[in-house]
């Protein structure tokens, strides 16, 4: 083979070995990487305030949802667009106060960094964490 026939097999087996490793378009969502702070540790800490914490009182245990706030435990979203771990950090950030409220049912607008418990940033990342784990199994 000359030289301008073996460059030619080289381009075309690159570009068929990039084609395989593209993922099925319009197929089940791609097998998304875990978001770097979606942990065992934090989602255990995670746990442990939503459930001791203020969040249980309006979103149910294990954010099954309640009379006050949406279920968290499956892949419906009032306000949030995707469920994407930084979507859920911004929520419990920022809270939901009550003329942004989507559903009239739910009556006591979301505190700010869970309201009273204050939450440190390291514990909205846990929090968050728990969150995107119920919804993503
Ligand atoms: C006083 C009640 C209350 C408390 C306490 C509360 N929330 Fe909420 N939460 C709400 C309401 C109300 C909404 C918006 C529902 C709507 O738009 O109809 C909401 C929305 C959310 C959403 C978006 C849900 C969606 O469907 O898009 C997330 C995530 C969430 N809360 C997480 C938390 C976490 C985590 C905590 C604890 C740190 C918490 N909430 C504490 C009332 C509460």
Known sequence: MS???LLVVAVLLAACSRGASV???????AAALLPAEVTPSNIALGDSLFNNGGCVRCHGPAGIGATNAPAL???????LKTG?????VGIITSGVPATAIK?????????????????TDPQIKAVAAYV???SHK
């Open 132 to 134: 995107y784990s119920l």
């Open 103 to 119: 559903d009239p049912t739910h009556k006591n607008p979301m505190g700010a960094r869970g309201g009273r418990m204050n939450l």
């Open 73 to 79: 435990n499956d892949a419906q979203w009032l306000q």
């Open 84 to 88: 994407a771990y930084d979507e859920i």
């Open 23 to 29: 993922g099925s378009p319009g197929g089940a969502p």
């Open 3 to 5: 030289r301008p026939v």
